[in-house]
């Protein structure tokens, strides 16, 4: 198991490597440049002429790569936000503790409810219960986030009031300490009770629409996968050595069946880490994925080199640590390098 | 009060669209960045409150020299830093000194657009394109009195000092905190100190007090502020909403108290809520559409007359701007000393929009291509698609086929206009950055112009002449006729004036909009419904 982990840890580096220079050319194939985006009716030929010799954007794009490289391994440290101006590496110590909360509020929505609903379903399969399901599946697979998040606040923020709409926090709450900048975290660290109460209450809406899709498929994958477990011809035995039928679901139907389910909550947390551009977007949530849209759309060539190359890294990161969790789910799965 | 926390009497909670960019003034050009940078910084000059209307601020009474180009600024006395070091005359030409000695990425124009702008060049250029300095000296006389010398006449100098640009910060915090310190990595600029992030020092109402990126600047009062019965609240939060329909939302919800940027569609939503109100923003921009004057056939100015009569300009302001907008007859807003009444006017006229045409030999139908921009919305241009097809549909009625391009606001459509590459006509539009005639038709007409390729030698002349008047009755008379001269030619044609919207709680009371978009929070306080 050892050799397995530091094998992937390794493949990490051309990973790494291959993410960047695929990055790299992505972002300068993208029409224009800092330039005229940030100066917009203001950007002159002369200016952006100027801009572009100033910053060495008139180079060969290799020798552009290479001093990116140069920089950013010998500085350790992944360049300067053209848009904002302040260190990329700053700017995801920043934002990344909130996309991680949101994503894990999300995965947390989508798995409490995702497995006991694809369980029932696949219990009553063909019944009222399964058909809901589907139906439930469906319509979280085909609405659009946007539109779920702004349904969402219209109907709970705006006409109830039972929850806030935006941001991460009760902006009139100034005593708050942030040690970590994981705000939950921060305020059990600090026992702040009622902070953690509103920090909690901002994360319901964006996680449960963040959260909709992963719930669809986990619902579904759970559903078809107890199905097909439950027609094992060890289930058949346990039922038949007489033990009661939620023991055999337990130890069974469910344990067995959860492991393709694994593998899914392994790849859509890591896209849930991703960003979640739309949502973050709609709830002004300051996380990556509001930080990368801006970027997009401001060519910010650096923020998107370093934020897509920090978030690469951890999607390989975490679905290492989906496969670890395999073989701790299920004995009869051992790695060997 | 907002759903989670208790309600805050002194403080207001007021929604932008994005972070500043930081908080050194004179190194930033965006609106995000001056909304925060107005409250701690003050100017020589101001406008009087939700006007063009130059008032002294920091400078109490300011004088020009027969010379046309000395100007001696009587100074505010009483008057300190954020850091308790006194306001004077040293630390005005401090700033002028500043400014004017700025060097390496400091030239760049994403970090001193607006110096470049109106002072030309520094002390020693590092860009041949770059022009000679307006500055040449400060000369401090005494504590009170600056008096600043320039190279040459320049009439917008004084109504560009009300720039936040030009807002006097602290010489001694800026040495503290490393203002001018900066460094240029992978081919971006960025200030190395500490200043522009976290010890911004002027003498503004308000102070930074914490600012947390995406999530918020935290404004408290100044306690020192010269005006004792100013900033009427304790604190300012200045929260980041990019999203239009989400600010609209936290206005509705109660979690901000005011917002800036209220899309048209948006302002009826908040007037049907009894707890929201909407304030304008006075009309200080111009949509246009500009006519390429080189490219046949309109290089005819038959050909761009009847551009201008085929142009439904009144259908368009009814339609697509919810009220909020009217018609331009030239490329100035009405509210700025130059706009003159009697300019040739082109009322919307097919007949003589075809006739002008087969005099001209050009059809009818005469072909053009019109270009449009997509994926944008700006004040003078809500809906630019909305805006193109109509008048498309009254230009074919007026006898032209046109033939349609669109394409992404950013970078193609605006670098396509900013050459001269976008087609016959095309729609853009500009919003004024100080209150001078210089800033809009100078901008648009002085000198060689790409975007628009007229070459005009009187018009030019006219324009270099204003510029260089110091006395303010002169410029104005040149402006208005430079504007006649410009309305005869038709490089392009206005359309609209548009009223940009703001969304209130009502509780919220002493709001003053500002034509240039730099609102002072300082007279705001709040009241009940």
Redesign the interface.
Same mark, same amino acid.
């Given at each position: 198991m050892l050799r397995f982990v530091v094998r992937r840890l390794l493949l990490l580096i051309p990973i790494l490597f291959g993410v960047s220079v695929l990055l790299f050319f992505w972002v300068r194939a993208l029409?224009? *440049?800092?330039?005229?985006?940030?100066?917009?009716? +203001? #950007?002159? /030929?002369?200016?952006?002429a #100027?801009?572009k010799e +100033? &910053?060495?954007?008139n180079e060969p794009i290799w020798r552009q790569y290479v001093? &990116?490289m140069d920089?950013?391994v010998a500085d350790r440290d992944l360049?300067? *936000? #053209?848009?904002?101006?302040?260190?990329v590496t700053d700017?995801i110590r920043? +934002?990344f503790p909130?996309t991680v909360e949101l994503a894990l509020a999300a995965m947390l929505f989508s798995v409490s409810l995702g497995i006991p609903l694809g369980f029932i379903a696949a219990k009553r399969y063909g019944g009222p219960i399964d058909q809901g399901s589907l139906f439930l599946s469906l319509i979280g697979i085909s609405v659009p986030i946007f539109v779920l998040a702004?349904l969402l606040?219209?109907v709970f #923020?705006?006409r109830l009031? =039972?929850? /806030? *709409?935006?941001? +991460?926090?009760?902006?009139?709450?100034?005593d708050a300490k942030h040690p970590t900048n994981f705000y939950v975290l921060d305020a059990i660290l600090t026992r702040d009770w009622s902070t953690l =109460?509103?920090v909690l209450?901002?994360l319901i809406l964006p996680a449960v629409a963040l959260g909709s899709i992963p719930l669809a498929i986990i619902a579904r994958i759970t559903r078809a996968s107890v199905l097909d477990v439950q027609n094992e011809d060890y289930v058949r035995t346990a039922r038949a050595k007489g033990m009661s039928p939620g023991v055999v679901d337990r130890r069974h139907v469910l344990r067995n069946a959860l492991l393709p389910v694994t593998t899914v909550i392994g790849l859509q947390t890591g896209l849930l880490l991703s960003g979640a551009i739309l949502t973050e977007?709609?709830?002004?949530y300051?996380?990556m994925g *509001? =930080?990368l849209r801006?970027a997009i759309?401001n060519?910010d &060539? /650096?923020v998107l080199q370093g934020g897509i190359l920090f978030l690469a890294l951890v999607f390989v990161l975490v679905n290492l640590v989906v496969d670890v969790a395999y073989a701790v789910i299920n004995p009869r799965i051992r790695y060997s390098g | 009060m907002s759903p989670s926390g208790a309600a805050a009497p002194d403080t207001l909670i007021y929604a932008g669209a994005a972070d500043p960019t930081y908080l050194d003034p004179a190194l930033v050009s965006d609106g995000e960045s001056f909304r925060v940078t107005k409250q701690i910084y003050e100017s020589l000059v101001d406008f009087a409150p939700g006007t063009t209307r130059l008032v002294p601020a920091l400078a109490t009474s300011w004088s020009v020299a027969r010379d046309g180009r000395t100007y001696t600024f009587k100074l505010r006395g009483g008057v300190f830093f954020h850091d308790g070091t006194a306001f004077n005359a040293a630390a005005v030409c401090a700033n002028f000194n500043r400014w004017f000695n700025f060097s390496g990425p400091f030239q760049d124009a994403s970090a001193t657009y607006y110096y470049q702008a109106i002072f030309s060049g520094f002390k020693r250029n590092e860009n041949a394109k770059l022009g000679a300095p307006l500055y040449r000296s400060c000369r401090a006389v005494g504590g009170l009195k600056a008096v600043v010398k320039l190279t040459r006449k320049n009439g917008p100098f004084v109504p560009s000092l009300v720039l936040s640009a030009f807002a006097m910060q602290s010489p001694t915090a800026m040495r503290k905190w490393g203002a001018n310190q900066g460094t240029v990595r992978n081919g971006v600029f960025a200030p190395t100190g500490t200043y522009a992030f976290q010890h911004p020092t002027g003498t503004g109402p308000y102070m930074l007090e914490k600012w947390t990126v995406g999530e918020s600047v935290i404004l408290k009062k100044n306690p020192r502020y010269w005006n004792k019965k100013q900033p009427r609240l304790a604190r300012i939060i200045i929260r980041p909403i990019s999203d239009n329909t989400a600010r609209v939302q936290a206005l509705q919800t109660g979690e901000v108290f005011g917002m800036d940027l209220l899309s048209p569609p948006l302002v009826a939503t908040v007037r049907s809520n009894s707890r929201l109100k909407v304030l304008s923003r006075p009309a200080f921009n111009v949509a246009y559409v500009t006519i390429q004057s080189a490219k046949p056939p309109m290089n005819d100015i038959r050909v761009r007359r009847a551009v201008a009569y085929g142009l439904n300009r009144q259908l368009v302001v009814n339609s697509f701007y919810a009220g909020r907008a009217q018609v331009a007859h030239q490329f100035m807003p009405p509210s700025l000393p130059g706009y003159a009444k009697d300019v040739v006017k082109y009322s919307f006229n097919p007949t003589r929009a075809r006739q002008l045409l087969r005099e001209a030999g050009c059809g009818p139908p005469c072909k053009i291509e019109f270009w449009y921009p997509t994926g944008v919305s700006r004040p003078y241009m809500p809906d630019p698609k909305a805006n193109y097809e109509a008048f498309k549909a009254s230009l074919e009625q007026s006898g032209f086929d046109v033939q349609t391009t669109s394409m992404p606001w950013r970078p193609d459509y605006v670098k396509n206009v900013n050459q001269g590459t976008a087609g016959h006509l095309n729609m853009i539009g500009w919003t004024g950055d100080y209150a001078d005639a210089d800033n809009f038709i100078g901008t648009f007409f002085q000198g060689d112009s790409p975007q628009f390729q007229e070459k005009n030698a009187a018009l030019d002349k006219l324009l270099n002449a204003a510029e260089q008047e110091v006395n303010q009755a002169k410029r104005i008379r040149m402006y208005q006729q430079a504007n006649r001269l410009i309305m005869q030619n038709l490089p392009g044609v206005p359309y609209a004036h548009s009223t940009p919207a703001l969304g209130f709680q009502k509780r919220v009371k002493g709001y003053h909009t500002s034509p240039i978009g730099t609102d002072l929070f300082k007279t705001v306080f709040l009241g009940g419904q």
């Open positions: 029409p224009g *440049s800092p330039a005229e985006s940030l100066l917009g009716e +203001r #950007a002159t /030929p002369e200016l952006i #100027a801009y +100033r &910053y060495g954007l001093t &990116y920089t950013t360049g300067i *936000s #053209a848009a904002t101006h302040r260190q700017e920043q +934002r909130a702004i606040k219209y #923020a705006v009031g =039972w929850l /806030p *709409s935006v941001g +991460r926090i009760d902006l009139l709450i100034f =109460w509103d209450k901002h977007t709609v709830f002004a300051p996380g *509001s =930080w801006d759309f060519r &060539y /650096p | -």
